[in-house]
């Protein structure tokens, strides 16, 4: 990515250096910079130095934050100051504009122009891979719905970048159930299970159940808001087939989590007023936090669906209290699982 605008700055220099970096082992580390540039250049390295988001075809396209040149694992995160120097006029701020163009508020009518600004910097860690547009490969799933009946999306791998997954380890009792859900399994075992009613009992098992905590940052906000939100489609959902190295059935979507929302520091225009100008766009950014629980446990005996939808594996599964193992079943009545499942991938799509 080309830094025409951020490569016009230089840093300021004195015999004591302006700029200044900390590290601590529990923190990390923070750098701050002190830039100079000519003021037609100002708001555009500001742009660039900070970085942006929007969502794109299928993907979000990023502009990547600038790193610091001598500690380049930190990133630029905020600009602290904006400074001018040499002042050389007065501006109307109305001059160029027709009143109201831009903004419905009332606008102050002045303000100081200078030759050039001093911009202060702050650079921080991510605990995320930054990575640029570039890198992500394009690629197809092919599934089927609850209806079994097939579909077929695009999508790109976002969770490779400003993505990160907290693993937070725990146990649980399981009970044997009952109802109207029935054993299911290829061939029938020793215990003449196929096919039969699962009854309930007061067997509890301890097994491991991980709770996965995957944060997602810098997102737009209308992954969340629209009509057409994958995230509302696969809540209550299990993974159909293998998501990140595990396989379909075995996570469980159970809430997503919008952390923060927060505007981009320089929002993009919509037309207004006739297309005489615009105003500051509406659209957000957001941070989301997915929370997912993992039931790492395979069936003791294999089953073929019929409806491709049914994952056979993790929170599908039903512990047997006479046998102290876990196997698939539906219920009785619908045929369907204990969960559906959905494309995780799509979670990281652009509905619109």
């Known amino acids: 990515m080309a830094l025409t605008y951020a490569n016009e700055a230089t840093e300021r220099i ?36 900070l970085g942006y988001a929007k969502a794109g075809i299928k993907k979000i396209e990023r502009t990547l934050p600038v790193a610091h040149p001598q500690f380049p694992w930190l990133y630029a995160e905020r600009i602290s100051s904006i400074e001018g120097l040499e002042f050389f006029a007065k501006y109307n701020a109305l001059d160029n504009v027709e009143e109201g163009t831009f903004v419905q508020s009332p606008v102050l009518e002045n303000y100081a122009r200078y030759n050039k600004y001093e911009l202060t910097i702050e650079f921080t860690p991510r605990s995320y891979a930054v990575k640029e547009d570039s890198t992500l490969v394009q690629n197809k799933i092919d599934w089927y719905d609850e209806s079994n009946v097939a579909q077929s999306n695009i999508y790109f791998p976002e969770w490779a970048r400003f993505f990160e997954i907290i693993y937070k380890p725990s146990a649980e009792y399981l009970t044997a159930v009952g109802g109207q859900l029935i054993w299911k399994m290829d061939v029938n075992n020793a215990l003449g299970m196929q096919d039969k009613t699962v009854a309930g009992g007061q067997i509890r098992s301890l097994i491991q159940s991980t709770t996965l905590e995957m944060k997602w940052y810098c997102v737009p906000y209308s992954y969340v808001t629209s009509t057409n939100s994958n995230i509302n489609k696969c809540l209550g959902h299990v993974n159909y087939e293998t998501f990140l190295g595990h396989e379909g059935g075995k996570l469980l979507l159970v809430g997503a989590e919008v952390t923060r929302v927060y505007s981009p520091p320089f929002p993009e225009f919509t037309p207004w007023n006739g297309g005489l100008g615009g105003l500051p766009s509406q659209n957000k950014l957001c941070d989301i936090t997915f929370h997912i629980l993992l039931k790492d446990i395979l ?43 959905y494309p995780f991938q799509l979670l990281f799509t652009n509905p619109d």
């Open 14 to 49: 004195a015999s004591r250096n302006p700029s200044v970096a900390g590290f601590s082992l529990m923190e990390g580390g923070r750098a701050t910079m002190k830039l100079v540039i000519d003021e037609p250049r100002m708001e555009s390295a500001c742009k660039q130095i």
């Open 299 to 341: 069936p003791k005996n294999a089953y073929t669906v019929t409806n491709f939808n049914n994952m056979t594996n993790g929170h599908n599964l039903v512990l047997a209290g006479f046998d102290n193992n876990h196997y698939y079943v539906e219920n009785s009545n619908s045929g369907k699982p204990l969960y559906p499942s």
